[in-house]
Nanobody, 115 residues
Framework: QVQLVESGGGLVQPGGSLRLSCAASGSNFNFYAMGWYRQAPGKQRELVARINSGGSTNSADSVKGRFTISRDNAKNTVYLQMNSLKPEDTAVYYC?????????WGQGTQVTVSS
């Protein structure tokens, strides 16, 4: 069993930056692919960025060049550095951990981009 706790969300002006963190409890963190997803009001949840156990990453076209996902296996933590934020980035951001049949979600953290 893995528990995920997100932090770092908040209100930021357009063009600003935030760093989200997701701390994972449990063992074998380094085996998990970790992802950040987001869900805006009235929209489906979508993948933002993902990093696999080997450190390879992929991200949505809408955030390429602005968002960076990284992981620290020693701290059982995955990060999402978000720069040049836009109003359309406003959403609840969720952390996900996946390994074989295991699939876990955090409770989400709100990110609001507004002037």
């Amino acid at each position: 069993q893995v528990q995920l706790v997100e932090s770092g969300g908040g209100l930021v002006q357009p063009g600003g930056s935030l760093r989200l963190s997701c701390a994972a409890s449990g063992s074998n963190f380094n085996f998990y692919a970790m992802g950040w997803y987001r869900q805006a009001p009235g929209k489906q949840r979508e993948l933002v960025a993902r990093i696999n156990s080997g450190g390879s990453t992929n991200s949505a076209d809408s955030v390429k060049g602005r968002f960076t996902i990284s992981r620290d296996n020693a701290k059982n933590t995955v990060y999402l550095q978000m720069n040049s934020l836009k109003p359309e980035d406003t959403a609840v951001y969720y952390c996900n951990a996946a390994w074989a049949w295991r699939d876990y979600w955090g409770q989400g953290t709100q990110v609001t981009v507004s002037s």
